[in-house]
């Protein structure tokens, strides 16, 4: 696998900010945290990701946020309950679009501290 042999760091740092995420989303509070916890935490992992690696931060930034729809894909396919409301594979498909936005501009945002910080974007 390409993740794996060649970014074994940022991807153990994307699952670990994307299992955080999700464990928020769904446990903490029994599932009933605000979405704007989780478009922040969501915004602070890509952010830091592109700020520490530049523009090897997608790896972390990517798995990060595949993380958060692909919870709701299992929860919905095994029929547990989900906060996601309604629980439809389009509602699902909508968040992801949605949190893919977010990871692009937390992501650029962090691209733009390295460089300015480091003058590259390497």
Do not use: E
């Not at 299992?19 to 989303?25: E, K």
């Not at 906060?83 to 992501?107: D, K, R």
């Amino acid at each position: 696998m390409v993740f794996s042999s060649r970014h074994p760091v940022r991807l153990a740092a994307g699952l670990a900010a994307g299992a955080a995420i999700v464990w928020v989303d769904n446990f903490a509070f029994d599932g009933a945290v605000s979405p704007i916890v989780i478009v922040a935490m969501l915004l602070a992992a890509t952010t830091t990701a592109g700020t520490v690696w530049g523009r090897q931060g997608w790896v972390a930034a990517a798995v990060a946020w595949a993380c958060i729809p692909l919870a709701h894909v299992i929860k919905h396919a095994l029929g547990l309950p989900d906060t996601l409301h309604p629980n439809t594979y389009l509602s699902i498909l909508y968040l992801a679009v949605f949190t893919l936005v977010v990871a692009i501009i937390g992501a650029g945002c962090g691209l733009l501290v390295h460089r300015f910080a480091t003058g590259s974007a390497s």
